[in-house]
């Protein structure tokens, strides 16, 4: 190839001042930005040759097209020509009958309209399977190594789209793909719509790079040496679904498109019904077809393919605004499977789920039949909305206490500064919650946090990479079943760092050194404190009932209605008795003489004397008499104080409601009384009475009802002042480090609870028809299962001490399913910290078949559990050097509350409310032999978690997994979970489990990507640590002498790196 640069060593000319062969050279460019030379070295050893550019970006341009400027380029330019001149050759035809449509098929803007191809709501639109015959290989005893790319060509735009590929087949020239193709609801795609289907030869398997993808890309993927082109073929949708045996056979042909290749065989795929024929055909050349399994990035539930979820819908958001303006045309029907799924709770289920991603494979059974499996993996918008809720419920409940703190009234010098110092703390955080909330409302594009976001603070709430996993099983001889599992990165707070450790040991210190604060604050304990934010919650939520109670006694009585008299008053006495219940506590009296005490003038005449609870005296007996004295860590007695006081003023809400109830029966039986005598007397004068009896009854209870009011208001203003002093002393002994913890915390239990919440509805809908399921549901509750694979090495052991916490937190949550009244189906959250009510929201058809006791509003508990397994080469190091009693104290301990579970199960539920599994496995023994390997402390005993998921599913349990970020190893469970699932319950053929399990995990069929190039991570690889320095990990662990020498040569070298 001939050069002819225009600017040579400041040669300035539009003519040649030299020629170059450019043939077996290499370019040279000098990196520094200032310098805009390029050098040329040849092989043959003649002179280099020197060129200088105008500018850096001319040197760099320079630099490409020298580079491209040889033989090999142009072959490649040459095939990509050829392809261009089959495409053009391939839409010429449909351009030339597009000029004769009759004008009613062009709206008014002049764009066609495309045929549509009915669905069923939220099911794909499309899907089919394919197989090769008879491909020609280069040459003749070669065995090849296929895959097919799928690419689409919308009609209205001409643009090909690489969509996505099969699995690589190897060693046959007949290859049949168990990968096969669906398009997802959302998607454009009509019957004019063109599909390619490209077949490649991969030759170098380990350099094999093919990039596909859903993303729209104009330029042509460079030509790997790894594969090599063998034929292609293309068919338009609408001759598919229109074919009558809903099967195409298709010539495969060489991109000049005169040499035949082989055939391509597609097949319409539809859930309901089952393929025939076939199976001998995989079954004959089953030894000799094998298949490439890839390292995964993720399955279809996680890592990459949610990254791909925000792409797909920023780039189809052009094609799906033309299509709604579409008419669509009937092309065939489907229909739903019984109990899966239906059209009614499709509105409430596409609030909570968007953008869904699907896959779709063929497995044998044992019994030569085929089944479907179609996985797909969703986005959920719980993502967001369950953190911004619960961020608005801290800042009301952080301002209602601030509110409580400057209401206390004066206060000594002392105890004046320590409230001001914890207002100025807490509205420092207060402020810091709503800019935190102000940056989440911003936020827009894809609705969950990618793992490479996890350190951003603004998105310390939103969980990691949470996504629902569905595998939809379809089985010649077995009923539909779902399998559902949440993946979800680990709850924990990135931002903040591990270097202290996670929440379970900042906790536990924090409260070790809370118990010796010295002079400084009253220790109360958590129990206590909790305590104090409880009744301050009941006071909030039942003074305004018993006010407005009161009132409509009042009307009744104003109306002379005596059934309304007799139901208003029945209220009054419940809420009133409620609220009368809720200070019978040791803890109100005890902290009133602490107020006292710090009020500005009283002195102590007698010693401090431990006396704060009946717990709390017990537990201090044991303390010497010494640390008494010198701590004030508990509410001393006071001469002058009057203690009965309290006792007084909150029995007289009980005497006065008394007073009440007395008086409305009195009314009551004076009003029966008098009937029996009007009846004789005359109708007008009977009127008349009615009337005066009307306003005496009301002029006889107002001032009772005044007087109830007036010592509920006593009550509530002595009540709140103390336990908001009780709130004082729990802040001023650990600041700041009290409200980083609750700060830390609420991140966390942010994370966790958007994953809760979008278990318990996804688990609600699939099993509205499952009467024994709802029985369970409000007699025992759901459990929840979290699967952990976090390592106890380094950082992760902080994130498994954060997520422990906030899964156990979760028992606090309760859940309640409300009728909707509008079109908005997103839950709703209310509450305080440590005490949630998730209100569910259903349409009227889907909360008709609830429980008479679900509908009524009975509140839903949860019983969540984690078990943890670290498998990765951090766990290695952690059981060879390290300490995993952290991963053996949380096994243990949630096997406890499994236990607990299963018993209260066993107590309340009959036996035939249990799931029916092929192999019908004893509970207790499964429970038994979890406790036994649990007990063994083995090396990454996975066996821990497949008997956890077990147990769970077969206690109709909702399911999570977790690792780190929610990608690779909750990839690498999900599909081996999976795939067992189809060995177990769907007799998959045993020769294909691997199989199966290859193309689950196959990066290859989801659209390789390089790792940076992930758009999930959104990272360069140049930007991460080296983890590993010139010796594979793996082979060092073989020996802890070799580990060690590496532990020493990696430090020298990152030393001498960083020197």
């Given amino acids: 190839m001939l050069l002819k640069p225009q600017r040579i060593k400041h040669v300035m000319s539009s003519e040649a001042s030299e020629v170059v062969i450019l043939e077996r050279c290499w370019v040279v460019e000098f990196k520094s930005k200032t310098d805009v030379s390029i050098i040329l070295k040849f092989q043959s050893g003649?002179?280099?040759?020197?060129?200088?550019?105008?500018?850096?970006?001319?040197?760099?341009?320079?630099?490409?097209?020298?580079?491209?400027?040889?033989?090999?380029?142009?072959?490649?330019?040459?095939?990509?020509?050829?392809?261009?001149?089959?495409?053009?050759?391939?839409?010429?035809?449909?351009?030339?009958?597009?000029?004769?449509?009759?004008?009613?098929?062009?709206?008014?803007?002049?764009?066609?309209?495309?045929?549509?191809?009915?669905r069923i709501a939220n099911e794909p639109k499309l899907e089919f399977s394919l197989a090769c015959k008879g491909l020609v290989a280069a040459t003749r005893d070669r065995k090849l190594n296929t895959f097919i790319q799928v690419s689409v060509v919308h009609p209205a735009e001409h643009i090909l789209t690489r969509y996505s590929s099969t699995e690589i087949v190897e060693g046959t020239r007949d290859p049949l793909f168990l990968t096969g193709v669906t398009f997802p609801p959302e998607y454009p795609i009509y019957e004019e719509t063109k599909i390619k289907l490209t077949v490649y030869d991969v030759k170098d398997k380990s350099q094999d790079t093919v990039r596909t993808s859903v993303l729209p890309d104009h330029k042509e993927p460079r030509a790997d040496v790894g594969r090599s082109f063998l034929g292609c073929a293309t068919f338009r949708v609408g001759d598919l679904v229109k074919s009558k045996e809903q099967q195409l056979t298709l010539t495969l042909r060489t991109s000049d498109g005169g040499k035949t290749v082989g055939t391509i065989e597609v097949n319409l795929v539809k859930m309901g019904e089952f393929e025939d024929g076939e199976m001998d055909h995989i079954t004959t050349d089953a030894q000799d077809q094998k298949f490439l399994c890839f390292l995964p990035l993720k399955s279809?539930?996680?890592?990459?393919?949610?990254?791909?979820?925000?792409?797909?819908?920023?780039?189809?958001?052009?094609?799906?605004?033309?299509?709604?303006?579409?008419?669509?045309?009937l092309v065939r029907e489907c229909t739903a499977p019984e109990g899966l799924s239906g059209k009614d709770n499709?509105?409430?289920?596409?609030?909570?789920?968007?953008?869904?991603?699907?896959k779709l494979y063929r497995f044998p059974t044992s019994d030569n039949k085929w089944m479907r499996i179609r996985e797909q993996m969703a986005e959920t918008t719980l993502s967001f909305h369950v953190p911004k809720e619960l961020i608005n419920l801290h800042i009301k409940e952080d301002m209602r206490r601030n509110q409580e703190l400057k209401d206390l009234g004066e206060l000594a010098p002392h105890w004046d500064n320590m409230r001001k110092s914890v207002i100025a703390h807490c509205d420092q955080m207060l402020s810091m919650y709503q800019d935190t909330l102000a940056e989440l409302g911003k936020h827009t594009g894809s609705s969950f946090k990618s793992s490479c976001s996890k350190g951003e603070k603004?998105?310390?709430?939103?969980?990691?990479?949470?996504?629902?996993?569905?595998?939809?099983?379809?089985?010649?001889?077995?009923?539909?079943?779902?399998?559902?599992?949440?993946?979800?990165?680990?709850?924990?707070?990135?931002?903040?760092?591990f270097k202290n450790g996670g929440l379970r040991k900042l906790l536990s210190k924090f409260e070790a050194e809370r118990r010796n604060t010295g002079y400084q604050c009253i220790y109360y304990s958590p129990e206590n404190t909790a305590k104090a934010k409880e009744v301050l919650s009941n006071i909030n939520h039942l003074q305004p009932?018993?006010?407005?109670?009161?009132?409509?006694?009042?009307?009744?009585?104003?109306?002379?209605?005596?059934?309304?008299?007799?139901?208003?008053?029945?209220?009054?006495?419940?809420?009133?008795?409620?609220?009368?219940?809720?200070?019978?506590?040791?803890?109100?009296?005890?902290?009133?003489?602490?107020?006292?005490?710090?009020?500005?003038?009283?002195?102590?005449?007698?010693?401090?004397?431990?006396?704060?609870?009946?717990?709390?005296?017990?537990?201090?007996?044991?303390?010497?008499?010494?640390?008494?004295?010198?701590?004030?860590?508990?509410i001393p007695?006071?001469?002058?104080?009057?203690?009965?006081?309290?006792?007084?003023?909150?029995?007289?809400?009980?005497?006065?409601?008394?007073?009440?109830?007395?008086?409305?029966?009195?009314?009551?039986?004076?009003?029966?009384?008098?009937?029996?005598?009007?009846?004789e007397s005359d109708p007008s004068a009977a009127d008349c009475k009615v009337l005066h009896a009307g306003g005496d009854w009301y002029e006889q209870l107002y001032p009772l009802v005044i007087t109830l009011k007036d010592c509920m208001g006593e009550v509530v203003t002595r009540a709140k002042q103390s336990m908001a002093f009780v709130l004082l002393q729990e802040l001023a002994c650990g600041l700041p480090q009290c409200l980083m913890l609750t700060l830390?915390?609420?991140?966390?239990?942010?994370?966790?609870?958007?994953?809760?919440?979008?278990?318990?509805?996804?688990?609600?809908?699939?099993?509205?028809?499952?009467?024994?399921?709802?029985?369970?549901?409000?007699?025992?509750?759901?459990?929840?299962?979290?699967?952990?694979?976090?390592?106890?090495?380094?950082?992760?052991?902080?994130?498994?001490?954060?997520?422990?916490?906030?899964?156990?937190?979760?028992?606090?949550?309760?859940?309640?399913?409300?009728?909707?009244?509008?079109?908005?189906?997103?839950?709703?959250?209310?509450?305080?910290?440590?005490?949630?009510?998730?209100?569910?929201?259903?349409?009227?058809?889907?909360?008709?078949?609830?429980?008479q006791e679900i509908k009524e509003?009975?509140?839903?508990?949860?019983?969540?559990?984690?078990?943890?397994?670290?498998?990765?080469?951090?766990?290695?190091?952690?059981?060879?050097?390290?300490?995993?009693?952290?991963?053996?104290?949380?096994?243990?301990?949630?096997?406890?509350?499994?236990?607990?579970?299963?018993?209260?199960?066993?107590?309340?539920?009959?036996?035939?409310?249990?799931?029916?599994?092929?192999?019908?496995?004893?509970?207790?023994?499964?429970?038994?032999?979890?406790?036994?390997?649990?007990?063994?402390?083995?090396?990454?005993?996975?066996?821990?978690?497949?008997?956890?998921?077990?147990?769970?599913?077969?206690?109709?349990?909702?399911?999570?997994?977790?690792?780190?970020?929610?990608?690779?190893?909750?990839?690498?469970?999900?599909?081996?979970?999976?795939?067992?699932?189809?060995?177990?319950?769907?007799?998959?053929?045993?020769?294909?489990?691997?199989?199966?399990?290859?193309?689950?995990?196959?990066?290859q069929t989801q659209g390789a990507l390089n790792e940076s190039d992930d758009p999930e991570t959104g990272c360069l690889t140049d930007n991460k640590p080296t983890s590993r320095h010139f010796y594979p990990v793996a082979l060092l662990l073989v020996s802890s002498h070799l580990l060690v020498v590496w532990l020493i040569l990696s430090l020298a070298l990152l030393l001498a790196k960083y020197q």
Avoid at 907 to 912: A, F, I, R, S, Y
Avoid at 948 to 962: E, P, Q, S
Wanted: glycine share 4%; hydrophobic share 35%.
């Fill in 637 to 679: 007695h006071h001469s002058e104080y009057d203690e009965e006081e309290w006792d007084r003023v909150w029995a007289n809400v009980g005497k006065s409601l008394n007073c009440v109830i007395a008086m409305v029966d009195r009314l009551l039986e004076k009003d029966n009384s008098s009937k029996t005598k009007e009846g």
């Fill in 744 to 851: 830390r915390r609420d991140i966390v239990f942010s994370q966790a609870l958007a994953g809760l919440v979008c278990g318990f509805i996804i688990k609600l809908h699939t099993s509205l028809h499952d009467q024994g399921f709802l029985q369970q549901l409000h007699t025992v509750g759901l459990l929840v299962q979290y699967e952990g694979l976090l390592s106890t090495y380094s950082e992760e052991a902080g994130m498994l001490e954060d997520m422990a916490v906030g899964i156990s937190d979760l028992q606090k949550v309760m859940f309640k399913v409300i009728e909707a009244k509008s079109e908005d189906f997103l839950p709703i959250i209310t509450g305080r910290r440590e005490h949630y009510v998730i209100e569910v929201q259903l349409p009227a058809k889907m909360f008709e078949l609830l429980p």
């Fill in 300 to 329: 279809c539930s996680c890592g990459f393919l949610s990254a791909t979820c925000a792409h797909n819908t920023e780039n189809l958001e052009r094609m799906t605004d033309r299509r709604a303006k579409e008419e669509c045309a």
């Fill in 46 to 118: 003649e002179p280099d040759l020197y060129i200088e550019a105008a500018s850096k970006p001319d040197c760099e341009a320079w630099a490409v097209a020298l580079g491209e400027a040889n033989s090999e380029g142009l072959r490649n330019k040459i095939q990509q020509l050829r392809r261009l001149i089959m495409e053009i050759k391939e839409e010429r035809a449909s351009e030339e009958a597009h000029q004769f449509l009759p004008s009613s098929q062009v709206d008014s803007l002049g764009e066609p309209q495309f045929t549509s191809i009915q």
């Fill in 857 to 1003: 509003g009975k509140l839903l508990r949860m019983y969540p559990v984690l078990f943890n397994v670290g498998i990765n080469e951090q766990q290695t190091l952690a059981e060879r050097f390290g300490d995993t009693t952290l991963q053996e104290n949380i096994n243990q301990e949630n096997l406890e509350l499994l236990k607990e579970y299963y018993n209260l199960f066993t107590e309340k539920m009959p036996p035939d409310c249990l799931p029916h599994f092929q192999e019908q496995n004893d509970l207790k023994g499964l429970l038994e032999n979890l406790h036994q390997n649990i007990q063994a402390k083995r090396r990454k005993n996975v066996e821990i978690m497949w008997l956890a998921a077990t147990i769970c599913r077969k206690l109709n349990g909702v399911r999570f997994t977790c690792c780190k970020s929610a990608k690779d190893r909750t990839s690498m469970s999900v599909t081996l979970e999976q795939c067992s699932i189809l060995r177990d319950e769907h007799q998959l053929h045993k020769d294909f489990f691997i199989r199966a399990l290859d193309c689950m995990r196959s990066r």
């Fill in 458 to 497: 603004t998105l310390e709430f939103i969980p990691i990479n949470l996504h629902l996993q569905r595998m939809h099983v379809h089985s010649p001889r077995l009923k539909d079943a779902l399998y559902d599992v949440i993946t979800v990165g680990a709850p924990a707070a990135h931002f903040q760092g």
């Fill in 545 to 634: 009932l018993i006010s407005s109670h009161a009132d409509l006694l009042l009307n009744s009585a104003s109306q002379h209605s005596p059934d309304s008299l007799k139901n208003s008053l029945k209220m009054l006495s419940e809420k009133t008795e409620l609220f009368v219940h809720a200070f019978k506590d040791q803890l109100v009296r005890s902290a009133l003489l602490a107020l006292y005490t710090a009020r500005p003038g009283c002195v102590l005449k007698k010693p401090a004397v431990p006396r704060s609870s009946a717990e709390e005296s017990d537990d201090l007996k044991h303390q010497d008499h010494s640390s008494q004295i010198k701590r004030q860590d508990s």
């Fill in 346 to 358: 499709l509105p409430s289920l596409n609030a909570v789920l968007k953008n869904p991603i699907c």
